[in-house]
C-alpha cells in the first residue's frame, strides 16, 4: 500500500491508502474542513523527517556544553544558566531546561 504525504490548509498528514481517492478520503474523514493544498505519493513506504528541514540541527551537543558550563560555575545552577545562554545564544527556559537536565546526570 503507497505512502501519501498530504498537506492541507491546516495540517500536513501522513498515510497510507491504496490510490489518491482513498487518501483524500482519510483526510476528509478526519479534518473535514481542511481543504488539500498538495498530495504526493512517496516513493517508499517509510517517513523520513529530516531535522535540518525542521531547523534541529545543531553545530554542538548541548549537554558537552552544559557541563561545561557547570563545571566553571563550579556547579552554581544559576551561574551555569548565564554561562550556557552567553555561549548558545539560547533563551532562558532552553537553557535552564538542559543545565538542569545535565545536573541530574551527575551534578
Known sequence: ???FEIETNAHIIITWADNEDAANGVVNEA???????????????TWVISKAA?????????????????????????????????????????????IESNMVMGW
Do not use: F, N
Not at 558537552?64 to 544559576?78: H, I, Q
Not at 551555569?80 to 535552564?96: C, F, H, K, N, V
Open 54 to 98: 525542521l531547523g534541529l540541527v545543531q553545530k554542538t551537543d548541548p549537554c558537552m556544553v552544559a557541563r561545561d558550563c557547570l563545571s566553571k560555575a563550579a556547579g552554581d545552577k544559576v551561574h551555569a544558566i548565564r554561562l550556557y545562554m552567553q555561549e548558545t545564544g539560547s533563551d532562558l527556559p532552553e537553557a535552564r531546561k538542559v
Open 31 to 45: 479534518y473535514p474542513s481542511d481543504e488539500v493544498i498538495r498530495m504526493t505519493k512517496r516513493p517508499r513506504d
Open 1 to 3: 500500500m503507497p505512502l
